[in-house]
């Protein structure tokens, strides 16, 4: 059964820091990996899709990286703002062939100024 | 253009009483899909849908029933209301059921008193 963990939990971090967030999955049996923003009260926005056989995937200041052997993603957030403030989850594929997601529970992130 | 929808975004109504949940998606995705958040903010897969047919129930009470009347839209329907079900429902699309990326609604919040 696939588990999804992500650390840390929280953090909260001055304007301008580069960060790391990880995610580690138990099944490394997986098509792809998605990173996910949620702010307060909204919906989920989709950051970055990693399939398994790429090994990172960048978006502006944003990297993620993908090493399914041992089961783990991070995901870089460069020079970070208060604007990147936001719940950011990761998300793997179910076992079973569909695209079910498994999320991690989420990493809470305050960029402050 | 919004690419995932959901009506209502708030809905607050009694426990016993019957309520839906509609989503539309103007992506030409194949595939539709309900989570749900609970208030620890764990998303968990509800029901998948691929071209009008069920392909994912996970083990969610009979009181839920999604119906898929084209590829575009997958409604919720809920009976007998319970406090429980007071969540989150986000609804999400993707081109098809295995390997792509997710794109998600911005959430119905139901409150059950």
């Known amino acids: 059964k696939q588990e999804v963990t992500q650390i840390p939990a929280a953090l909260s971090v001055p304007e301008g820091e580069n960060l790391v967030l990880n995610c580690s999955f138990t099944?490394?049996?997986?098509?792809?990996l998605q990173w996910f923003r949620q702010d307060p009260g909204k919906g989920l926005t989709s950051l970055l899709l990693?399939?398994?056989?790429?090994r990172e995937q960048t978006s502006g200041r944003l990297n993620a990286s993908l090493d399914k052997s041992s089961g783990r993603s991070t995901l870089y957030i460069a020079a970070s703002q208060p604007g990147d403030s936001a719940t950011y989850l990761c998300a793997v594929p179910g076992t079973g062939g569909y695209n079910k997601l498994i999320f991690g529970a989420g990493t809470r992130l305050a960029v402050h100024p | 253009d919004t690419a995932v929808s959901q009506t209502p975004k708030y809905l607050v109504t009694q426990m016993g009483n019957d309520k839906s949940i509609k989503c539309e998606q103007n992506l030409g995705h194949d595939t539709m899909y309900w989570y749900k958040q609970d208030s620890k903010k764990f998303l968990k897969i509800m029901f998948s849908y691929n071209n009008k047919e069920l392909i994912i129930n996970e083990t969610v009470p009979n009181r839920f029933s999604p119906k898929s009347p084209d590829k575009a839209h997958l409604n919720l329907h809920i009976n007998s209301l319970e406090l429980g079900d007071s969540a989150v429902y986000f609804c999400?699309?993707?081109?098809?059921?295995?390997?792509?990326?997710?794109?998600f609604g911005p959430g119905t919040r139901l409150t059950v008193t």
């Open positions: 099944d490394s049996a997986i098509y792809n």
């Open positions: 990693i399939q398994s056989s790429q």
């Open positions: 999400a699309s993707s081109q098809e059921p295995a390997g792509y990326e997710q794109y």
